[in-house]
Structures are given as structure tokens and as C-alpha cells.
């Protein structure tokens, strides 16, 4: 299959000019591999070659020869490469040298000094709607970022089409899979990971059916703002089962560590009013079909459900302007206070500038949404904290355009970096 670019591509190479090793982090199949073999010129595949382990003990500087940059495939299934690797850019003072991809973070108990100065990190996900090709990419997160008003675009995005691609999701793998196909793919990733990788991770067995329960509390919450007291007793009541505090601790410790699930964390900024600002993340699975898998819905359940439909399609959302707000140098969070004020997502820059996103499976909460936006924003105070770029809503279906008031919206078949 001929390779689809991603748009971390740009970012890939600008950080492997700039320094001795890039790290991609990422979770499995999500096309990290792929990408890195577009900029190196030699791999080694540690989950692979039976002669690791062996040179590692004998002669560890061999594993690190070939043309550069060299791409080390599954490093952390052998965590002691990175201090070598470490050591030889040191040696080298050399950009373009190492690609280190992984789809798990080390145990924090493993002995690793710190890469600053030697490694950029380039963060990758599960395919966009616009590297898929099913967003055209007209309306741009960096135009919205220079106060940009929205052009009247009709990009086609059926209910039907909508949720179709929710239940396939984002793995590279799956392009031009059908949904029967995809179905069956994203259940077996469920499996493996239930059964293998969470044990595997870190050699120490866990309970697969324990597992199972938490994954589906997590996805039966996905996009809220629960935390572990609530997914104790979603699981007790739900799933009938008990697991502990520790144990749920535990577990989505490990989730985070394979990069199943990604907390998106609360924005913090200066407010007019006595509220107080909620800490609390939300929490998304690192691509909505596994939260569908995991369920076990299929596309019936999910026309008759709009209203989790909804959640899930904001966490899809989220998920995209995660891709497209790293290519702009931003990060995403939430705004939630005390007076039950809340924003989807908040896009802001390293130097202060944000946008603000409500997201709307439908058009008809669009003015709703207006007003929370424009009640929000006059709420910020502005003498320490910078006025939005611009207001916006994402919808589902529907036209692209700005309102009268000056909020954009922007159906998600638009949305792009």
C-alpha cells in the first residue's frame, strides 16, 4: 500500500534537523513505523531481530551502525538503547543521527537520564478526517488563529457517514476497509490488548476480564470528567464486578503508558467572576472506534443513542484538533468552573493565543452554543489573559460559515490545520 502523508511528517523532519534523535511516541498500528521509514535510511527492529539481546550483552555499539538517520523500531522492548543511544549522538554532535519509535512509555523504575538536548519529541496519533480525505481542509486552525472569518462552505457529512466512520476509526490499516472489516480489526486490537499487552507491558498479569470492565466504564465516560470514585462505581453497578481503587489506579497507568487513553487536561486562565476553576481532565481513548469495540455497538445502536453518539463524535473531534493544533504549536484543553460554565475545547499557543470550540453532532444547538461561547468569553478577564483569536462551533452536519455575532462554524468535513 502506496504511504498516505501525515501531517506530523513536516514536523518530523523539521525536529530531525534540529537535533541528534527524534522520539515518536504513539500507540500501536498507528502508522509511527510508516512515517519514520520515509526519513531513515537504515532500521533496526528490535521487537524483531534475534540478535539483539545478544549484541546488547557482547557488543551493544553494532545495534547503532548503519546509514543515518537510523531508525530503531520498538526501542523500549530493549530500554537500555536510549542512554547508548544517548551517548552516541554526545559522540557524534551530529543532527539527523537516530528515530526512535515506540508504542509504550518504560516503567518510570527503569533507569533512563534524561534526553534534553539530544531528543525532540514528535507526539503521533490515529489518522485525522483530513489525512483520511474525508475532511477537505478549507478552514484552517492556523487561519482561525489570525482571526479569520469562515467562507460559506457545503461539505457533505451525513449523519450516516458520520457514524460509519466513528465505528472504523483512524488506523492506518483500515483505509479502504469496510465497516464489517473494520469492525472485526478494531475488536481483535480490544483482545490483544486485554489479553497480551497489558500484561505484557510490564510482566505482571492482569485480569483480562478486570480489563474488560474498566475499558468499557472508560467508554461508556468518554469526553467527562470521571474520575476514579465514579468509574468504581459505574463498574460495580454496570459490570457487576469489583475492582479496587489501586487496581483501577493501576490499570489506566498502564493504559496511559500504552497510549490507549489520553486525558485532556483543564484550562487554566484569569476569570471576571468568583467561580472556581474544575482541575479534573476528560478522558478519550486514543481513538473513538476502540471505545465503540470495547461497547460493542454497532451503526443501528448509535443512530438510536444520538445523544452518546454526540459524546463520541466530540471526542473524534478532540482527537483531530489534538493533530492539528500540534502542527500549530498548540495544545487542546477544557474550560469547566464552579457555576457549571463549560467549553469543549480550548486551543492555545505557547505564547498566550487561544480559540474557543464548542462541538455539536447536529445543527440545532448552534445558537445555544453561541451563547455559552459569547457568555464565556466576555467572562475572561482580559487584563491577564489575552481575548480569544475566535469563537467557534464544530458541527457534524451542516454548512461552514460565521454568524452575525462573529462565531464561525465549522462542520467538521471543513476542519483542517
Given at each position: 500500500?502506496?504511504?498516505?502523508?501525515?501531517?506530523?511528517?513536516?514536523?518530523?523532519?523539521?525536529?530531525?534537523?534540529?537535533?541528534?534523535?527524534?522520539?515518536?511516541?504513539?500507540?500501536?498500528?498507528?502508522?509511527?513505523?510508516?512515517?519514520?521509514?520515509?526519513?531513515?535510511?537504515?532500521?533496526?527492529?528490535?521487537?524483531?531481530?534475534?540478535?539483539?539481546?545478544?549484541?546488547?550483552?557482547?557488543?551493544?555499539?553494532?545495534?547503532?551502525?548503519?546509514?543515518?538517520?537510523?531508525?530503531?523500531?520498538?526501542?523500549?522492548?530493549?530500554?537500555?538503547?536510549?542512554?547508548?543511544?544517548?551517548?552516541?549522538?554526545?559522540?557524534?554532535?551530529?543532527?539527523?543521527?537516530?528515530?526512535?519509535?515506540?508504542?509504550?512509555?518504560?516503567?518510570?523504575?527503569?533507569?533512563?537520564?534524561?534526553?534534553?538536548?539530544?531528543?525532540?519529541?514528535?507526539?503521533?496519533?490515529?489518522?485525522?478526517?483530513?489525512?483520511?480525505?474525508i475532511s477537505s481542509g478549507k478552514i484552517r486552525l492556523h487561519d482561525l488563529f489570525n482571526g479569520q472569518k469562515v467562507d460559506i462552505f457545503d461539505e457533505v457529512t451525513e449523519l450516516e457517514m458520520i457514524v460509519d466512520r466513528l465505528i472504523i476509526g483512524g488506523f492506518p490499516a483500515l483505509i479502504n476497509k469496510k465497516r464489517s472489516q473494520a469492525e472485526d480489526l478494531n475488536r481483535a486490537y480490544i483482545e490483544l490488548l486485554?489479553?497480551?499487552?497489558?500484561?505484557?507491558?510490564?510482566?505482571?498479569?492482569?485480569?483480562?476480564?478486570?480489563?474488560?470492565?474498566?475499558?468499557?466504564?472508560?467508554?461508556?465516560?468518554?469526553?467527562?470528567?470521571?474520575?476514579?470514585?465514579?468509574?468504581?462505581?459505574?463498574?460495580?453497578?454496570?459490570?457487576?464486578?469489583?475492582?479496587?481503587?489501586?487496581?483501577?489506579?493501576?490499570?489506566?497507568?498502564?493504559?496511559?503508558?500504552?497510549?490507549?487513553?489520553?486525558?485532556?487536561?483543564?484550562?487554566?486562565?484569569?476569570?471576571?467572576?468568583?467561580?472556581?476553576?474544575?482541575?479534573?481532565?476528560?478522558?478519550?481513548?486514543?481513538?473513538?472506534?476502540?471505545?465503540?469495540?470495547?461497547?460493542?455497538?454497532?451503526?443501528?445502536?448509535?443512530?438510536?443513542?444520538?445523544?452518546?453518539?454526540?459524546?463520541?463524535?466530540?471526542?473524534?473531534?478532540?482527537?483531530?484538533?489534538?493533530?492539528?493544533?500540534?502542527?500549530?504549536d498548540a495544545r487542546v484543553f477544557h474550560y469547566r468552573d464552579s457555576y457549571h460554565a463549560e467549553v469543549d475545547a480550548i486551543v492555545q499557543k505557547h505564547n498566550g493565543d487561544w480559540l474557543a470550540f464548542e462541538i455539536k453532532l447536529g445543527t440545532g444547538q448552534i445558537d445555544e452554543a453561541a451563547k455559552k461561547l459569547l457568555k464565556f468569553a466576555d467572562n475572561i478577564d482580559t487584563n491577564k489573559t489575552k481575548p480569544p483569536?475566535?469563537?467557534?462551533?464544530?458541527?457534524?452536519?451542516?454548512?461552514?460559515?460565521?454568524?452575525?455575532?462573529?462565531?464561525?462554524?465549522?462542520?467538521?468535513?471543513?476542519?483542517?490545520?
Amino acid at each position: 500500500m502506496n504511504y498516505k502523508p501525515r501531517i506530523s511528517d513536516i514536523e518530523l523532519e523539521r525536529k530531525l534537523n534540529a537535533s541528534g534523535g527524534v522520539l515518536i511516541r504513539g500507540p500501536k498500528a498507528c502508522g509511527k513505523t510508516e512515517s519514520a521509514c520515509q526519513q531513515a535510511k537504515s532500521i533496526l527492529q528490535v521487537d524483531q531481530d534475534p540478535q539483539v539481546a545478544s549484541l546488547m550483552e557482547s557488543a551493544p555499539g553494532r545495534l547503532l551502525q548503519g546509514i543515518t538517520p537510523r531508525l530503531i523500531d520498538e526501542w523500549q522492548e530493549m530500554p537500555a538503547l536510549w542512554n547508548l543511544v544517548r551517548h552516541e549522538i554526545d559522540r557524534r554532535k551530529k543532527p539527523a543521527q537516530f528515530i526512535l519509535t515506540g508504542s509504550a512509555n518504560p516503567e518510570e523504575t527503569i533507569k533512563m537520564h534524561s534526553g534534553a538536548g539530544r531528543f525532540t519529541i514528535v507526539d503521533m496519533r490515529t489518522m485525522s478526517w483530513q489525512e483520511l480525505g474525508i475532511s477537505s481542509g478549507k478552514i484552517r486552525l492556523h487561519d482561525l488563529f489570525n482571526g479569520q472569518k469562515v467562507d460559506i462552505f457545503d461539505e457533505v457529512t451525513e449523519l450516516e457517514m458520520i457514524v460509519d466512520r466513528l465505528i472504523i476509526g483512524g488506523f492506518p490499516a483500515l483505509i479502504n476497509k469496510k465497516r464489517s472489516q473494520a469492525e472485526d480489526l478494531n475488536r481483535a486490537y480490544i483482545e490483544l490488548l486485554t489479553e497480551v499487552d497489558m500484561s505484557r507491558v510490564s510482566n505482571t498479569n492482569r485480569d483480562p476480564i478486570k480489563v474488560r470492565s474498566l475499558l468499557r466504564s472508560l467508554a461508556r465516560n468518554t469526553g467527562t470528567t470521571v474520575d476514579i470514585s465514579t468509574l468504581s462505581k459505574d463498574i460495580a453497578e454496570n459490570e457487576k464486578s469489583d475492582l479496587t481503587r489501586p487496581t483501577i489506579y493501576d490499570y489506566i497507568d498502564v493504559l496511559e503508558r500504552l497510549m490507549i487513553i489520553e486525558d485532556q487536561p483543564a484550562w487554566n486562565a484569569h476569570i471576571r467572576s468568583a467561580a472556581s476553576l474544575r482541575k479534573n481532565p476528560k478522558r478519550h481513548f486514543t481513538d473513538v472506534c476502540l471505545a465503540i469495540a470495547i461497547l460493542g455497538v454497532d451503526c443501528e445502536a448509535l443512530l438510536n443513542d444520538l445523544n452518546f453518539t454526540g459524546f463520541l463524535f466530540e471526542s473524534q473531534v478532540i482527537h483531530d484538533l489534538r493533530i492539528y493544533a500540534q502542527a500549530n504549536d498548540a495544545r487542546v484543553f477544557h474550560y469547566r468552573d464552579s457555576y457549571h460554565a463549560e467549553v469543549d475545547a480550548i486551543v492555545q499557543k505557547h505564547n498566550g493565543d487561544w480559540l474557543a470550540f464548542e462541538i455539536k453532532l447536529g445543527t440545532g444547538q448552534i445558537d445555544e452554543a453561541a451563547k455559552k461561547l459569547l457568555k464565556f468569553a466576555d467572562n475572561i478577564d482580559t487584563n491577564k489573559t489575552k481575548p480569544p483569536k475566535s469563537l467557534n462551533i464544530i458541527t457534524g452536519t451542516g454548512i461552514s460559515y460565521t454568524r452575525n455575532d462573529g462565531i464561525n462554524v465549522i462542520s467538521i468535513g471543513s476542519l483542517g490545520f
